[in-house]
């Protein structure tokens, strides 16, 4: 009877939706056509949230911010909306049902990004720019309550999680396609390389961080296990396109971010015990200490430019601090954010104001040819710099402590995993791959206030939340749970 009057409700709300676009069309009202758009997607993460859930995996890549169009409102289509509204289907199902989800709360996870969202909403209160920190803390809420809350949930069934990686991966590849073919029609030039990724990216910065990231993840994909031929054709593509995609996004950070994956990646297949990288870091940072004004010196010295299209001279400017504009205005955008530390040091200036905020912090010496004397060039192209800046120095604390707990559940998960799963131990490993690359690029620049980062990176801290669970439970068959209103 229940079933029956489900469905019921469910075919009424369709035939009044049907009736509300024909009304839509021929009175030519447009704000209602997007109305009923509206009330559609309401609808769809109602009686299908498991299937929203992973349509918002897929448009990820794709979403388009209307800030472009509006210069006034951000807000990505037309993933957000659905985000808030799979977020408050998300509350009502824990409030019902969060008894059996207690496995989630015992998460070290959980407990950094509650710290997190903790003292961002203590800040929110005692911020400077009050509006501005709400919708901060806001969004932040809807990426991380639905993707890892009810992500964590979803995951409990293997087949999503390959979903995942592959739906993911295939919005990626429309949106690299889409790039390349742009980017084509100007010769591939350097300076083009900024903007043709639009209206999907908002800069070249973001997209090569996403490409860097999906690109662990099509070779987990390609090597979890044999494929059929045309699959394997496929994936190929995929790999090849990717690469193509990373060199002409004229992304340093991106590009050294694989570096260092591939180095992780060698530290594991060595296994290399943890006392000799310790040793080695510990070395390292000792011979940092003692050499550093020779180091600088020497950096002074380069004068490669980033805007060159030659890869070699290109990775050289990383380390130019003397003439590299874009070097320079991140040790502007770094240097503000100390000073912003420093006077407001426990409590920040409160979530997303470090944008109102930094300009008088911007110190003579150290202005670039793009910076703005009125500080509306963005964030402090840091995700641990700039929360110190808007939270102080707990904001920053509880950022490691998120970034620690990920990456020691993560390679905790791949060395306790059985071998025997080649297929979930090859994609553990390449999501932790894919992992390092972010949040080596984290160090230079700040994206998880967006769509594109924070869905991936909020969804792989959810697939590994539910593996441990059922690794702790003895189980390597999943079963599918169909997640909706009902529960």
């Known amino acids: 009877m229940q079933a029956i009057r489900s469905n019921v409700l469910l075919y009424g709300l369709g035939a009044c939706y049907v009736a509300f676009c024909v009304y839509a069309l021929f009175t030519d009202q447009s704000y209602l056509t997007l109305a009923s758009f509206g009330l559609l997607l309401l609808l769809s993460g109602i009686f299908f949230t498991e299937e929203t859930f992973m349509f918002v995996l897929f448009c990820t890549p794709i979403s388009i911010n209307i800030e472009e ?20 289907i998300t509350i009502l199902i824990y409030i019902k049902n969060g008894s059996q989800y207690k496995f989630i709360f015992k998460s070290p996870i959980l407990w ?26 806001v969004a932040r809420m809807w990426f991380i309550i639905p993707i890892f809350m009810l992500g964590t949930i979803i995951f409990l069934d293997r087949k999503k999680i390959i979903a995942f990686v592959w739906l993911f991966c295939i919005g990626m590849v429309i949106a690299m396609m889409y790039t390349l073919v742009v980017h084509a029609g100007y010769r ?64 340093r950070a991106a590009q050294l971010s694989l570096v260092a994956a591939g180095m992780v990646l060698l530290v594991v297949r060595l296994r290399i015990k943890f006392a000799y990288i310790a040793t080695a870091t510990v070395l390292l940072s000792v011979f940092l200490f003692f050499y550093w004004q020779n180091i600088q ?18 990775i050289e400017s990383a380390t130019n601090i003397s003439t590299d504009a874009s070097n320079l205005e991140r040790l502007n955008r770094w240097t503000s954010a100390i000073d912003m530390f420093k006077e407001r040091p426990i409590m920040g200036f409160g979530p997303g104001t470090y944008a109102f905020e930094y300009a008088r912090f911007q110190r003579p010496e150290n202005i670039t040819i793009i910076s703005t004397n009125f500080g509306n060039g963005g964030n402090a192209h840091s995700e641990f710099l700039g929360p110190l800046a808007e939270m102080g120095i707990l904001g920053m604390l509880a950022m490691i402590c998120i970034v620690i707990a990920i990456f020691w559940k993560g390679f905790t998960l791949y060395q306790k995993w ?13 999501m932790n791959l894919a992992l390092v690359t972010y949040f080596v690029h984290a160090f230079l620049n700040n994206f998880l206030d967006t769509d594109k980062a924070a869905v991936p990176i909020w969804s792989m801290c959810a697939i590994f939340i539910a593996l441990e669970y059922k690794l702790k439970n003895g189980k390597t068959d999943f079963e599918s749970k169909t997640i909706s209103s009902k529960e």
């Open 69 to 88: 169009y509006t210069d006034s409102f951000g807000l990505y289509l037309p993933t957000e909306p659905l985000l808030f509204g799979i977020m408050l």
């Open 112 to 137: 950094a990004i509650g710290l997190y969202l903790f003292w961002m909403l203590i800040t929110t209160i005692t911020s400077t720019h009050p509006l501005a920190s709400v919708k901060f803390l």
């Open 188 to 251: 591939f030039g350097e300076k083009e390389s900024h903007w043709v990724m639009w209206p999907f990216f908002k800069d070249h910065t973001i997209y090569g961080a996403i490409v860097a990231l999906i690109f662990p993840l099509l070779c987990g994909l390609y090597f979890s296990k044999k494929h059929a031929p045309l699959v394997q054709f496929v994936l190929i593509g995929f790999i090849l396109l990717n690469l193509i995609a990373l060199y002409f996004s004229y992304t």
């Open 297 to 314: 010196m020497e950096m002074g010295r380069n004068k490669s430019e980033h805007t060159t299209e030659n890869f070699t001279e290109r």
């Open 418 to 430: 059985p071998s025997a799963d080649k297929e979930m131990k090859t994609l553990i490993l390449a």
